[in-house]
């Protein structure tokens, strides 16, 4: 809407609209995931502090695993959905000539990244907590429900493709954009 509201190109403004709901559904999706994986390390251990935790990947693979998943995705590594449409939103910002918001979006990415690094280093892989041989995985309702929610932070990335994009995402962009009744094309 910022390019809209500057006079600027409609297929820009387009562009960053389809950037924007589709960093939207990744991130509902990977903060989702998120939250289950957490919700999952303190029904495995009983514990919510972080600092008393540590090793849990032997002991909990799948919640590891997914945990990292949607770590991923939030920070924005390919191949999670969270790298196309963060690419995106850089993209229509540089054709946009934000160069400012562009660069911000990409530092704000290696900024997440550490942290999310760092997470996943002293949950799953530091040195094991003091009680780890009495922990287990959780239950399988809840790996399914973050397994499916880790297929979707991959599976999500095909909103990048033409075919799947008009399907799905195009028409909200349509809604968003119609303002003037002009035709409209995403390129």
Known sequence: MLVMANNGSREIAA?????????????????GLLFMTAGSVEY????????????????????????????????????????FSKLVIIIAAIKAHYFVIAFLAAGMSIVTLAYFLRLQKGLFAAKPMAAIEKIKEVPLAMTFSMVCLAIGCIALSALIF????????????KVL???????LTIK
Not at 15 to 31: P, R, T, Y
Not at 162 to 173: C, L, S
Not at 177 to 183: A, C, L
């Open 15 to 31: 562009l960053a609209i389809f950037g924007g709901l589709f960093h939207m559904v990744n991130h509902a999706v990977a903060k």
């Open 44 to 83: 495995a251990t009983g514990i919510r502090d972080l600092k008393k935790l540590g090793g849990l990947a032997r002991k909990m693979p799948v919640t590891s695993s997914t945990s990292f998943s949607g770590s991923m995705t939030i920070s924005g590594l390919p191949p999670f959905s969270g790298f």
């Open 177 to 183: 954009m119609d303002v003037s009744n002009q035709p």
């Open 162 to 173: 033409p075919g799947v994009r008009e399907a799905i995402i195009t028409p909200a962009v």
